[in-house]
Protein backbone atom coordinates (compact mmCIF):
# COMPACT_ATOMS: atom_id res chain seq x y z
CA UNK A 1 0.00 0.00 0.00
CA UNK A 2 1.26 3.42 -1.22
CA UNK A 3 0.35 6.88 0.06
CA UNK A 4 0.89 9.58 -2.49
CA UNK A 5 2.28 11.82 -0.38
CA UNK A 6 4.68 10.27 0.98
CA UNK A 7 6.17 9.58 -2.89
CA UNK A 8 6.83 13.31 -2.32
CA UNK A 9 9.61 13.37 0.48
CA UNK A 10 10.61 9.98 -0.29
CA UNK A 11 14.99 9.89 -0.22
CA UNK A 12 14.50 13.31 0.77
CA UNK A 13 18.09 13.81 0.72
CA UNK A 14 17.94 16.34 4.10
CA UNK A 15 16.14 15.39 6.54
CA UNK A 16 15.62 17.96 9.09
CA UNK A 17 16.41 17.26 12.38
CA UNK A 18 14.65 20.35 14.88
CA UNK A 19 10.99 20.23 14.16
CA UNK A 20 10.45 24.06 15.15
CA UNK A 21 12.88 25.07 12.33
CA UNK A 22 10.09 25.33 9.33
CA UNK A 23 12.40 26.97 6.73
CA UNK A 24 14.55 23.62 7.00
CA UNK A 25 11.35 21.70 6.75
CA UNK A 26 9.93 23.45 3.63
CA UNK A 27 13.49 23.59 1.53
CA UNK A 28 13.88 20.11 2.42
CA UNK A 29 10.49 19.06 1.06
CA UNK A 30 11.26 20.88 -2.46
CA UNK A 31 14.38 19.16 -2.07
CA UNK A 32 13.19 15.94 -1.90
CA UNK A 33 9.95 15.54 -4.91
CA UNK A 34 9.55 15.97 -8.24
CA UNK A 35 12.29 19.19 -8.62
CA UNK A 36 14.31 17.73 -6.19
CA UNK A 37 17.59 17.27 -8.35
CA UNK A 38 16.98 20.15 -9.60
CA UNK A 39 16.19 22.40 -6.24
CA UNK A 40 19.05 20.35 -4.87
CA UNK A 41 21.79 21.65 -7.69
CA UNK A 42 20.74 25.43 -7.47
CA UNK A 43 20.88 25.52 -3.34
CA UNK A 44 24.52 24.89 -3.85
CA UNK A 45 24.58 27.85 -6.01
CA UNK A 46 22.64 29.98 -4.46
CA UNK A 47 24.75 29.06 -0.84
CA UNK A 48 28.26 29.93 -2.77
CA UNK A 49 26.86 33.10 -3.27
CA UNK A 50 25.61 33.75 0.27
CA UNK A 51 28.60 33.10 1.38
CA UNK A 52 27.30 30.41 3.78
CA UNK A 53 27.31 26.25 4.04
CA UNK A 54 25.02 24.81 2.31
CA UNK A 55 23.84 23.07 5.37
CA UNK A 56 23.99 26.82 7.35
CA UNK A 57 22.02 27.99 3.98
CA UNK A 58 19.36 25.47 4.13
CA UNK A 59 18.84 25.16 7.75
CA UNK A 60 18.21 29.41 7.36
CA UNK A 61 16.05 31.77 6.51
CA UNK A 62 17.66 31.81 2.89
CA UNK A 63 16.45 28.03 2.34
CA UNK A 64 13.16 28.19 1.97
CA UNK A 65 13.24 31.46 -0.17
CA UNK A 66 15.78 29.48 -2.15
CA UNK A 67 14.00 26.61 -2.28
CA UNK A 68 11.10 28.74 -3.83
CA UNK A 69 13.64 30.60 -6.15
CA UNK A 70 14.79 27.04 -7.42
CA UNK A 71 11.29 26.40 -8.22
CA UNK A 72 10.48 29.62 -10.37
CA UNK A 73 14.21 28.55 -12.36
CA UNK A 74 13.49 24.87 -12.77
CA UNK A 75 10.30 25.86 -14.43
CA UNK A 76 10.29 28.87 -15.94
CA UNK A 77 7.36 30.02 -14.16
CA UNK A 78 7.18 32.66 -11.64
CA UNK A 79 5.02 30.49 -9.01
CA UNK A 80 6.85 32.38 -5.95
CA UNK A 81 6.98 35.99 -5.64
CA UNK A 82 10.91 35.87 -4.28
CA UNK A 83 13.97 37.98 -5.64
CA UNK A 84 17.59 37.34 -5.90
CA UNK A 85 18.34 39.53 -2.48
CA UNK A 86 15.87 37.45 -0.64
CA UNK A 87 18.26 34.31 -1.37
CA UNK A 88 21.42 36.07 -0.60
CA UNK A 89 21.05 37.85 2.46
CA UNK A 90 19.84 37.44 5.62
CA UNK A 91 18.83 41.03 6.26
CA UNK A 92 16.62 41.40 2.79
CA UNK A 93 15.11 38.49 3.11
CA UNK A 94 13.51 39.53 6.70
CA UNK A 95 12.60 42.90 5.42
CA UNK A 96 10.90 41.09 2.56
CA UNK A 97 8.99 38.69 4.16
CA UNK A 98 8.18 41.06 6.66
CA UNK A 99 6.54 42.69 3.43
CA UNK A 100 4.45 39.74 2.71
CA UNK A 101 3.34 39.33 6.43
CA UNK A 102 2.00 42.74 6.81
CA UNK A 103 -1.84 42.41 6.10
CA UNK A 104 -2.04 38.51 6.22
CA UNK A 105 -0.85 38.29 10.10
CA UNK A 106 -4.47 36.75 10.85
CA UNK A 107 -4.45 32.93 10.33
CA UNK A 108 -6.61 30.51 10.98
CA UNK A 109 -5.56 26.94 10.01
CA UNK A 110 -8.93 25.31 9.75
CA UNK A 111 -6.97 21.89 9.59
CA UNK A 112 -4.74 20.31 12.47
CA UNK A 113 -4.53 17.66 14.38
CA UNK A 114 -3.05 16.00 18.19
CA UNK A 115 -2.65 12.51 17.02
CA UNK A 116 -1.78 10.26 20.01
CA UNK A 117 -4.18 8.56 22.96
CA UNK A 118 -3.56 7.79 26.89
CA UNK A 119 -2.33 4.33 25.85
CA UNK A 120 -1.28 5.34 22.74
CA UNK A 121 -1.09 2.46 19.66
CA UNK A 122 -0.45 -0.81 20.35
CA UNK A 123 -0.36 -3.94 17.56
CA UNK A 124 -2.55 -6.81 18.99
CA UNK A 125 -3.40 -5.04 22.51
CA UNK A 126 -5.61 -2.06 21.31
CA UNK A 127 -4.38 -1.47 17.62
CA UNK A 128 -5.42 -4.08 14.74
CA UNK A 129 -3.04 -4.75 11.97
CA UNK A 130 -5.17 -2.17 9.66
CA UNK A 131 -4.85 0.97 12.65
CA UNK A 132 -1.42 -0.09 13.04
CA UNK A 133 -0.71 0.60 9.12
CA UNK A 134 -2.10 4.29 9.92
CA UNK A 135 -0.26 5.29 12.82
CA UNK A 136 2.74 4.05 10.98
CA UNK A 137 2.51 6.30 7.98
CA UNK A 138 1.88 9.10 10.59
CA UNK A 139 5.08 8.14 12.04
CA UNK A 140 7.01 8.24 8.94
CA UNK A 141 5.66 11.84 8.42
CA UNK A 142 6.07 12.91 12.08
CA UNK A 143 9.55 11.76 11.52
CA UNK A 144 10.34 13.13 8.44
CA UNK A 145 9.46 16.89 9.81
CA UNK A 146 11.91 16.36 12.66
CA UNK A 147 9.40 14.85 15.36
CA UNK A 148 11.41 11.86 16.32
CA UNK A 149 8.60 9.95 18.45
CA UNK A 150 6.82 10.05 15.73
CA UNK A 151 2.68 10.14 16.47
CA UNK A 152 3.87 9.85 20.14
CA UNK A 153 5.23 13.43 19.40
CA UNK A 154 2.12 14.86 17.70
CA UNK A 155 0.83 15.73 21.21
CA UNK A 156 -0.84 18.93 23.37
CA UNK A 157 2.07 19.69 24.10
CA UNK A 158 3.52 19.98 20.28
CA UNK A 159 0.26 21.31 19.34
CA UNK A 160 1.15 24.46 21.33
CA UNK A 161 4.49 24.52 20.61
CA UNK A 162 5.12 24.28 16.96
CA UNK A 163 1.64 25.76 15.64
CA UNK A 164 0.22 28.10 18.46
CA UNK A 165 3.86 29.60 19.62
CA UNK A 166 6.20 28.65 16.53
CA UNK A 167 4.47 29.31 13.69
CA UNK A 168 2.37 32.73 12.83
CA UNK A 169 -0.94 30.58 13.20
CA UNK A 170 -3.55 32.74 14.97
CA UNK A 171 -6.22 29.99 15.45
CA UNK A 172 -6.24 26.40 15.19
CA UNK A 173 -9.44 24.32 14.62
CA UNK A 174 -8.75 20.44 15.05
CA UNK A 175 -10.52 16.97 14.66
CA UNK A 176 -10.01 13.84 16.44
CA UNK A 177 -9.83 10.72 14.09
CA UNK A 178 -12.12 7.90 14.76
CA UNK A 179 -11.82 4.28 13.21
CA UNK A 180 -12.97 3.09 16.99
CA UNK A 181 -12.99 -0.92 14.84
CA UNK A 182 -9.39 -0.52 14.42
CA UNK A 183 -8.31 1.08 17.65
CA UNK A 184 -9.91 -1.58 20.51
CA UNK A 185 -13.07 -0.11 20.00
CA UNK A 186 -11.78 3.36 21.51
CA UNK A 187 -11.46 6.26 18.65
CA UNK A 188 -7.92 6.64 17.73
CA UNK A 189 -8.14 10.07 18.93
CA UNK A 190 -10.91 10.60 20.99
CA UNK A 191 -12.57 13.73 22.29
CA UNK A 192 -11.27 13.39 25.57
CA UNK A 193 -8.08 13.49 25.17
CA UNK A 194 -7.91 16.24 22.23
CA UNK A 195 -10.08 18.08 24.54
CA UNK A 196 -7.14 19.09 26.26
CA UNK A 197 -5.81 21.55 23.67
CA UNK A 198 -8.29 23.72 23.92
CA UNK A 199 -8.20 23.23 28.01
CA UNK A 200 -4.74 25.09 27.65
CA UNK A 201 -5.92 27.32 24.68
CA UNK A 202 -8.87 28.39 25.01
CA UNK A 203 -8.89 31.53 22.95
CA UNK A 204 -6.45 30.13 19.97
CA UNK A 205 -8.32 26.92 19.06
CA UNK A 206 -11.88 25.65 18.32
CA UNK A 207 -12.69 22.17 18.34
CA UNK A 208 -14.79 20.00 16.01
CA UNK A 209 -15.85 16.69 16.82
CA UNK A 210 -15.41 13.48 14.34
CA UNK A 211 -15.60 9.81 14.95
CA UNK A 212 -19.23 9.32 14.03
CA UNK A 213 -20.13 6.94 11.12
CA UNK A 214 -23.76 6.15 10.60
CA UNK A 215 -23.18 2.62 10.22
CA UNK A 216 -21.92 2.36 13.63
CA UNK A 217 -25.84 2.57 14.38
CA UNK A 218 -27.82 6.10 13.43
CA UNK A 219 -29.02 5.97 17.24
CA UNK A 220 -25.91 5.53 18.94
CA UNK A 221 -24.08 8.74 16.37
CA UNK A 222 -27.02 10.84 17.42
CA UNK A 223 -26.36 10.05 21.21
CA UNK A 224 -22.87 10.48 20.79
CA UNK A 225 -23.23 13.62 18.56
CA UNK A 226 -25.38 15.01 21.56
CA UNK A 227 -23.07 14.16 24.04
CA UNK A 228 -20.45 16.20 21.98
CA UNK A 229 -22.22 19.00 22.58
CA UNK A 230 -23.40 18.94 25.90
CA UNK A 231 -20.30 17.89 27.27
CA UNK A 232 -17.47 19.32 24.84
CA UNK A 233 -19.30 22.65 23.53
CA UNK A 234 -18.38 21.64 19.30
CA UNK A 235 -18.28 23.97 17.39
CA UNK A 236 -18.74 22.00 14.43
CA UNK A 237 -17.96 18.43 12.79
CA UNK A 238 -15.42 16.66 10.55
CA UNK A 239 -16.68 13.36 9.10
CA UNK A 240 -15.15 10.84 7.05
CA UNK A 241 -17.25 8.97 4.75
CA UNK A 242 -15.24 6.23 4.45
CA UNK A 243 -14.99 4.07 7.52
CA UNK A 244 -13.91 1.47 9.48
CA UNK A 245 -17.27 -0.77 9.91
CA UNK A 246 -17.71 -3.86 7.77
CA UNK A 247 -19.73 -1.70 4.97
CA UNK A 248 -16.78 0.62 4.75
CA UNK A 249 -18.53 3.84 3.92
CA UNK A 250 -21.64 5.88 3.89
CA UNK A 251 -22.76 9.29 2.20
CA UNK A 252 -24.10 13.04 3.22
CA UNK A 253 -26.93 12.21 1.02
CA UNK A 254 -28.28 9.57 2.35
CA UNK A 255 -32.03 10.56 3.59
CA UNK A 256 -32.34 7.53 5.83
CA UNK A 257 -28.47 7.59 7.53
CA UNK A 258 -27.07 10.70 7.47
CA UNK A 259 -30.61 13.46 6.93
CA UNK A 260 -31.44 12.66 10.27
CA UNK A 261 -27.30 13.64 11.73
CA UNK A 262 -27.79 17.19 9.51
CA UNK A 263 -31.47 17.53 11.19
CA UNK A 264 -29.73 17.14 14.80
CA UNK A 265 -27.23 19.18 14.06
CA UNK A 266 -29.56 22.33 12.95
CA UNK A 267 -31.56 21.66 16.42
CA UNK A 268 -28.29 21.26 18.39
CA UNK A 269 -27.08 24.31 16.07
CA UNK A 270 -23.95 23.30 14.67
CA UNK A 271 -23.70 24.79 11.24
CA UNK A 272 -20.16 23.79 9.88
CA UNK A 273 -20.40 20.62 8.48
CA UNK A 274 -16.91 19.15 7.29
CA UNK A 275 -15.53 15.99 5.68
CA UNK A 276 -12.64 14.31 4.66
CA UNK A 277 -12.71 14.43 0.67
CA UNK A 278 -10.00 13.22 -1.69
CA UNK A 279 -6.59 11.93 -0.50
CA UNK A 280 -8.08 7.93 -0.91
CA UNK A 281 -5.51 6.32 0.61
CA UNK A 282 -4.65 3.47 2.44
CA UNK A 283 -7.24 1.08 3.47
CA UNK A 284 -9.90 3.18 2.41
CA UNK A 285 -12.47 3.02 -0.45
CA UNK A 286 -11.40 5.86 -3.15
CA UNK A 287 -15.51 6.31 -3.89
CA UNK A 288 -15.91 7.62 -0.77
CA UNK A 289 -13.33 10.23 -1.38
CA UNK A 290 -15.50 11.93 -4.29
CA UNK A 291 -17.66 14.91 -3.41
CA UNK A 292 -20.93 14.38 -5.36
CA UNK A 293 -22.74 13.90 -2.25
CA UNK A 294 -22.66 17.18 -1.35
CA UNK A 295 -25.14 18.38 -4.06
CA UNK A 296 -27.89 17.16 -2.54
CA UNK A 297 -27.19 17.60 0.40
CA UNK A 298 -26.09 21.39 -0.28
CA UNK A 299 -29.03 22.20 -1.49
CA UNK A 300 -31.64 20.24 1.40
CA UNK A 301 -29.85 21.99 4.28
CA UNK A 302 -28.93 25.62 3.33
CA UNK A 303 -28.57 26.54 6.67
CA UNK A 304 -25.50 24.51 7.06
CA UNK A 305 -22.10 24.93 5.27
CA UNK A 306 -20.67 21.69 3.89
CA UNK A 307 -16.53 22.02 3.61
CA UNK A 308 -14.83 19.64 1.84
CA UNK A 309 -10.84 19.23 2.99
CA UNK A 310 -8.47 18.58 0.86
CA UNK A 311 -10.50 20.01 -1.59
CA UNK A 312 -11.04 16.67 -2.59
CA UNK A 313 -7.93 16.85 -4.27
CA UNK A 314 -7.42 14.91 -6.50
CA UNK A 315 -10.76 15.08 -7.27
CA UNK A 316 -10.99 19.02 -6.74
CA UNK A 317 -12.51 19.97 -10.38
CA UNK A 318 -15.71 17.93 -8.82
CA UNK A 319 -16.12 20.01 -6.04
CA UNK A 320 -15.54 23.05 -8.00
CA UNK A 321 -17.99 22.21 -10.37
CA UNK A 322 -21.14 21.66 -8.29
CA UNK A 323 -21.24 25.75 -7.72
CA UNK A 324 -19.86 26.82 -10.96
CA UNK A 325 -22.59 24.99 -12.73
CA UNK A 326 -24.71 26.14 -9.88
CA UNK A 327 -23.19 29.40 -9.11
CA UNK A 328 -26.37 30.48 -6.57
CA UNK A 329 -24.86 28.13 -4.09
CA UNK A 330 -23.69 29.91 -1.02
CA UNK A 331 -22.84 27.06 2.04
CA UNK A 332 -20.45 24.88 -0.72
CA UNK A 333 -16.74 25.15 1.01
CA UNK A 334 -13.17 24.03 0.50
CA UNK A 335 -9.98 23.70 2.60
CA UNK A 336 -6.52 23.05 1.33
CA UNK A 337 -4.95 20.73 3.80
CA UNK A 338 -2.22 18.54 2.86
CA UNK A 339 -3.38 19.22 -0.72
CA UNK A 340 -1.38 23.04 -0.46
CA UNK A 341 2.13 21.36 1.46
CA UNK A 342 2.12 18.67 -1.63
CA UNK A 343 1.87 20.12 -4.32
CA UNK A 344 3.03 23.91 -3.69
CA UNK A 345 6.85 21.88 -3.06
CA UNK A 346 7.44 19.36 -5.66
CA UNK A 347 4.29 20.21 -8.32
CA UNK A 348 4.00 23.93 -8.23
CA UNK A 349 1.79 23.88 -11.51
CA UNK A 350 -0.44 21.47 -10.29
CA UNK A 351 -0.42 23.84 -7.08
CA UNK A 352 -1.68 26.71 -8.92
CA UNK A 353 -4.55 24.64 -11.32
CA UNK A 354 -6.18 23.50 -7.73
CA UNK A 355 -6.25 26.78 -6.32
CA UNK A 356 -6.70 28.16 -9.30
CA UNK A 357 -9.92 26.01 -9.98
CA UNK A 358 -11.24 26.23 -6.41
CA UNK A 359 -11.00 30.28 -6.37
CA UNK A 360 -12.58 30.41 -9.66
CA UNK A 361 -15.23 28.02 -9.23
CA UNK A 362 -16.21 28.35 -5.76
CA UNK A 363 -14.97 32.05 -5.36
CA UNK A 364 -12.66 33.25 -2.87
CA UNK A 365 -15.12 33.73 -0.22
CA UNK A 366 -15.39 30.12 -0.13
CA UNK A 367 -11.62 28.13 0.47
CA UNK A 368 -10.01 27.91 3.60
CA UNK A 369 -6.38 27.58 4.85
CA UNK A 370 -5.59 24.40 6.47
CA UNK A 371 -2.27 22.81 6.74
CA UNK A 372 -3.30 19.08 8.11
CA UNK A 373 -0.42 19.74 11.08
CA UNK A 374 0.98 18.60 13.04
CA UNK A 375 1.38 15.81 10.34
CA UNK A 376 3.46 18.04 8.46
CA UNK A 377 4.95 19.38 11.72
CA UNK A 378 5.79 22.92 12.24
CA UNK A 379 3.42 25.16 9.52
CA UNK A 380 5.40 27.53 9.32
CA UNK A 381 6.77 27.18 5.91
CA UNK A 382 3.85 26.57 4.10
CA UNK A 383 2.41 29.77 5.51
CA UNK A 384 5.26 31.69 4.30
CA UNK A 385 4.97 29.85 0.83
CA UNK A 386 0.99 30.78 0.39
CA UNK A 387 2.41 34.58 1.10
CA UNK A 388 4.79 34.15 -1.61
CA UNK A 389 2.79 32.02 -4.23
CA UNK A 390 1.02 33.25 -7.14
CA UNK A 391 -0.42 31.96 -10.25
CA UNK A 392 1.36 32.76 -13.17
CA UNK A 393 -0.18 35.21 -15.68
CA UNK A 394 0.15 32.25 -18.28
CA UNK A 395 -2.60 29.93 -16.61
CA UNK A 396 -4.73 33.48 -15.13
CA UNK A 397 -4.95 34.24 -18.72
CA UNK A 398 -5.56 30.50 -20.28
CA UNK A 399 -7.80 28.93 -17.64
CA UNK A 400 -9.38 32.40 -16.30
CA UNK A 401 -7.91 31.89 -12.94
CA UNK A 402 -7.62 34.89 -10.10
CA UNK A 403 -4.66 36.39 -9.83
CA UNK A 404 -3.57 35.56 -6.11
CA UNK A 405 -4.53 39.46 -4.70
CA UNK A 406 -3.72 40.31 -1.33
CA UNK A 407 -7.15 41.05 -0.52
CA UNK A 408 -7.91 36.77 -1.50
CA UNK A 409 -5.01 35.58 0.31
CA UNK A 410 -6.80 37.25 3.48
CA UNK A 411 -9.89 35.85 2.71
CA UNK A 412 -8.31 32.48 2.35
CA UNK A 413 -5.74 33.00 5.31
CA UNK A 414 -8.18 33.85 7.87
CA UNK A 415 -11.13 35.80 7.30
CA UNK A 416 -13.45 33.59 5.54
CA UNK A 417 -13.08 30.87 8.69
CA UNK A 418 -13.63 33.83 10.72
CA UNK A 419 -16.77 34.65 9.13
CA UNK A 420 -18.29 31.45 9.33
CA UNK A 421 -16.83 30.26 12.82
CA UNK A 422 -17.86 33.49 14.39
CA UNK A 423 -13.91 34.11 15.34
CA UNK A 424 -13.00 37.64 16.94
CA UNK A 425 -10.63 38.18 15.49
CA UNK A 426 -8.88 41.24 17.56
CA UNK A 427 -9.01 39.03 20.45
CA UNK A 428 -7.67 36.21 18.74
CA UNK A 429 -4.77 38.27 17.61
CA UNK A 430 -4.58 39.72 21.10
CA UNK A 431 -4.37 36.04 22.59
CA UNK A 432 -1.65 35.14 20.26
CA UNK A 433 0.56 38.12 20.97
CA UNK A 434 0.62 36.70 24.96
CA UNK A 435 0.91 33.44 23.68
CA UNK A 436 3.89 33.94 22.09
CA UNK A 437 5.61 36.49 24.11
CA UNK A 438 4.67 33.88 27.21
CA UNK A 439 7.03 31.14 25.37
CA UNK A 440 9.86 33.55 24.89
CA UNK A 441 9.91 33.98 28.74
ZN1 LIG B 1 -6.30 15.81 8.49
Not at 214 to 236: A, E, K
Amino acid sequence: MEFNILNHFKGMEHQPQDPLNANEIGASLFMGGNMGDKVSKKMDEYAKTAGMSRRNFISSALGLSGAMFAANEATGMEFFEVTKDEIADLDANKELMQVARAGTDFIVDVHTHVCTRPGHYVLGKNTTERGMWFVNLLDDLGKAFGMKNGTLDMNVENYGKLILESSDTTVGIYNPFGFAEHYGGQDMVPMSYQAQVRKQYPKNTIMLAGGLSPNQGLHQTLDRLRHYVSDYQISGLKLYTFDATPKKGWWFDDEKLAYPIWEECRKLGIKNIGCHKGIPFGQFYARYAHAEDFDAVADDFLDLNFIAYHSAWPYHAEIAALKSFKPQRKNLYCEVGSTFAATVSSRPIECAHVLGTLLRDLGPDYVLWGTDSLLWGNPQWQIDAFRKFQIPDELVEGYGYPKLTPEIKRKVLGENAARIWNINKQEAMQAKVALRSEALA
